[in-house]
């Protein structure tokens, strides 16, 4: 009964995301955006678990599944719940939150866009800085600043490049997993941005 009262979540979910790895890269973007609501962050992580135990339902069954298959895969949810009671129950909980991950799923766009706008503006107008004089800790030696023209744009400490190069993770993940061709040169980009960022660290630890 659970089950059946919770297709709708089955649906959008397999409409939104091809596999398993496309709903992790959903929860992960999702964790980064959602700031410091632990309830919404919680909220996320069960929907990761749900979207698990119940993955064969929501990615293995389409018109063409055998009627043997389709018995497999029933057998296979009833093993599931029986080794996780709860699950269930979470099921339902992630089913009563449609509008928060319809809501997460839009955001996730802006999120791109900023992210990507960041590393187009590194890319084009960054430049790091070493400085000597700093102590022999790696976050005081290096920076990153975006300058355009004579304006400042952004000025990054390596904590905050590394918060930003995963970021670009993420986005470019999402956009391995759903195949899109909107930002072809966003790998290239992001690969540009990490491979100097690592040789810039291994000579400040020179």
Known sequence: KTIKQNIHLFLWV????????????????????????RVDKDKIIIFGSVCTNFAPLIFEIDQNTSSERFIS??????DNVEKNKESLKLLAQVGNNMKLW???KQSH????????IQL??????????FNIGASFNLSDMINLTVTKGHKVLKLYTLEDL?????????????????????????????????????????????
């Not at 091809?18 to 964790?31: E, M, T």
């Not at 187009?120 to 800085?129: C, Y």
């Open 14 to 37: 397999r409409k939104n995301m091809n596999d398993l790895n496309a709903v992790k890269v959903f929860v992960d973007i999702s964790l980064t955006t959602c700031g410091d609501d």
């Open 162 to 206: 590394k918060e930003f190069r995963s970021k670009c993770m993420l986005v470019v993940g999402r956009s391995e997993q759903t195949h899109e061709k909107s930002q072809p040169d966003r790998y290239k980009d992001f690969q540009t941005f990490d491979r100097t960022l690592n040789i810039t660290i291994d000579i400040a630890k020179l």
């Open 73 to 78: 895969i029933c057998m296979q949810i009833v």
């Open 120 to 129: 187009d503006n590194i890319i084009k107008f960054g430049s790091f800085h």
């Open 109 to 116: 766009g802006g999120f791109e866009e900023t992210t990507l």
């Open 102 to 104: 319809e809501d997460l």
